[in-house]
């Protein structure tokens, strides 16, 4: 219903009062527009429906309207309806683009300015969301943007600035290296690793073709750093080494050798902040091998590689002639 004055005493239509209680109700008589519109005088108390394929537009203009006047916007159609301000002022906190089922009320709070309450946007954030378990972040731009489910076991992390699935670092866990079999007197191991705090070298099946004798580790392959360590046997191998040069990390160090025709032989070095450049080594071998003389021996050695150089290779070499006829060494990285 259009905007009426009445006069004391006039008797109003059924019609009239339809329309009346439509419009206290928020309804009103409706105008079915196709193509863009300019509100009128008369579309006070109304409601302006749009029903258009393509885009459109509603102008507000000044001095049509008194303050307090209202109009009903409505889209039906499938093009978007803007409501555009012409002459007169027009505020919104929502979108003054209508899609399609969108809608609000004009309401004007002086002849020449108009307040525009959004009913219903669903032009908001756009849902970038496809499977269960999908996540949304913020990209570029305040964008949103879909971080698709990541395997079992990951957890998510921050990479280039935005998050992403990640296998998680294990605390203290062990990464296998390499895999090195021995040969020759020496066998060098090269290019170790260095993005791990420590270094646990398993030392295993080791038999020398033509004699017994010891063996151990040379860090580097110096022979100018130096090595303090305590050897502990429960049969044999006992004693205090300072400041050893020649040799290295020894598994047996007196003159008990290592029977090397046994391949039970088997020890265990862990080599503490390997990758430093500014401190010490500290290291400890444990381990069981026969002796020469026959008796069987654990051992339990512990000591430093006193050098400031980072750990990059390791040497194992014999002592006491022969070639390695087999054996093997694997190093795992500790983080």
Not at 20 to 43: I, P
Not at 310 to 330: E, F, N, P, Q, R
Request: one cysteine or more.
């Amino acid at each position: 219903m259009t905007k009426q004055t009445f006069t004391t005493g006039q008797v109003l239509t059924a019609a009239q009062m339809t329309s009346l209680q439509q419009t206290a109700m928020g309804g009103g008589s409706t105008t079915a527009k196709t193509a863009s519109y300019v509100l009128v005088a008369a579309d006070a108390g109304t409601v302006v429906q749009m029903n258009a394929a393509g885009a459109t537009t509603i102008t507000v203009n000044t001095a049509l309207f008194a303050a307090g006047d209202s109009v009903q916007i409505q889209n039906v159609g499938a093009g978007v309806c803007t409501v555009t301000a012409g002459t007169a002022t027009v505020s919104t906190a929502g979108s003054l683009a209508l899609s399609q089922y969108e809608g609000g009320q004009l309401y004007f709070n002086t002849t020449s300015a108009a307040l525009f309450f959004d009913i219903v946007q669903s032009s908001g954030m756009t849902n970038p969301m496809t499977t269960t378990g999908d996540m949304i972040y913020s990209s570029s731009g305040s964008t949103p943007a879909r971080l698709g489910i990541g395997s079992t076991g990951q957890v998510v992390t921050v990479a280039g600035g935005i998050p992403s699935w990640a296998t998680p670092a294990g605390g203290g866990g062990m990464t296998l290296l390499s895999t090195t079999t021995l040969s020759g007197t020496s066998t060098t191991i090269s290019s170790i690793d260095q993005s791990y705090q420590d270094l646990y070298i398993i030392h295993y099946g080791l038999t020398n073709s033509s004699a017994d004798g010891n063996q151990y580790f040379k860090p580097n392959n110096t022979s100018s750093a130096t090595f303090t360590f305590t050897n502990q046997g429960t049969t044999a191998g006992a004693g205090t080494f300072t400041n050893v040069t020649a040799q290295g990390m020894y598994f047996m160090a007196d003159s008990n050798k290592i029977k090397m025709t046994d391949s039970n032989n088997a020890w265990a070095t862990t080599i503490r902040n390997y990758s430093s450049s500014t401190t010490y080594k500290p290291f400890n071998i444990i381990g069981a091998f026969m002796g020469a003389n026959g008796s069987r021996t654990a051992l339990s050695s512990n000591g430093a590689y006193e050098s400031n150089t980072a750990i990059t290779s390791i040497v194992v070499v014999l002592d006491g002639g022969g070639t390695y006829s087999t054996g093997t060494v694997k190093i795992y990285g500790v983080k």
